[in-house]
């Protein structure tokens, strides 16, 4: 079975400055899809970037970018120039060809004025 | 806004009862997803449906039961509910199945007293 590991309960940040969320899997699939999610107090699960395992491009969404290290099962999240509003859950997550998302247990980010 | 709307936004219900969630997917999408959010067990798939079709089943309890209507809504049934059936009840919906991305709603938050 798929698992999906985020090894840091909770990270903390200055405003303006660059914080790395860590994420693994294991998969013996070779053709996958991997996500971040970000969940604010208000709950909402709102989608953050997604990557494709058969493209090396790392994916880059503005102000967040991942690592994607597909030999080493590793998926990690840069969030740059953090904001107020960037404090929230961070999910890791995981799509093979079961169309199912498996989730990892979540990041707190924290950020600190 | 995801475009997923899912009510009632609360449900407060005591054990031993019945209730029903519902869940309208972004217009166009076939697929729809529920997940269970809980303090203990995280974010868990539970069942998709593609179309009308039970497409996967995950950590569904007996109790629980869902289904897709003609015009795509989908509702989540769950009785005899326990104490630990509290939770945060997420659907999430895609244009298609696998590969294509899911989008939240915004939850259905369950307490069971």
């Known amino acids: 079975a798929q698992t999906v590991t985020q090894s840091q309960p909770e990270m903390s940040v200055q405003e303006a400055e660059t914080v790395t969320l860590s994420c693994t899997y294991d998969?013996?699939?070779?053709?996958?899809?991997l996500f971040w999610y970000k969940q604010p107090p208000s709950r909402q699960m709102i989608l953050v970037i997604r990557?494709?395992?058969?493209?090396?491009q790392n994916a880059t969404e503005n102000r967040f970018s991942v690592n994607f290290q597909k030999a080493a099962k590793s998926f990690s999240l840069k969030i740059s120039d953090s904001q107020l509003g960037d404090a929230a859950m961070y999910f890791c997550?995981?799509?093979?060809?079961?169309?199912?998302?498996?989730f990892g247990g979540g990041t707190r980010v924290l950020v600190k004025p | 806004d995801s475009g997923v709307t899912q009510t009632p936004k609360h449900l407060i219900t005591a054990t031993g009862q019945r209730v029903t969630l519902r869940c309208s997917p972004r217009s166009g999408d076939l697929s729809v997803y529920w997940y269970q959010q809980s303090l203990d067990q995280g974010l868990q798939f539970l069942i998709q449906y593609y179309n009308g079709e039970e497409r996967a089943k995950g950590n569904i309890l007996e109790r629980f039961s869902a289904q897709q209507f003609p015009d795509l809504h989908s509702e989540l049934n769950l009785s005899s509910l326990e104490l630990g059936d509290s939770a945060l009840y997420f659907c999430?919906?895609?244009?298609?199945?696998?590969?294509?991305?899911?989008?939240f709603g915004p939850g259905t938050r369950l307490l069971v007293l």
């Open positions: 999430a919906s895609s244009v298609g199945a696998p590969r294509w991305t899911q989008y």
């Open positions: 990557q494709e395992a058969y493209k090396q």
């Open positions: 998969t013996s699939e070779s053709d996958y899809y």
């Open positions: 997550a995981y799509e093979a060809a079961g169309n199912k998302l498996t």
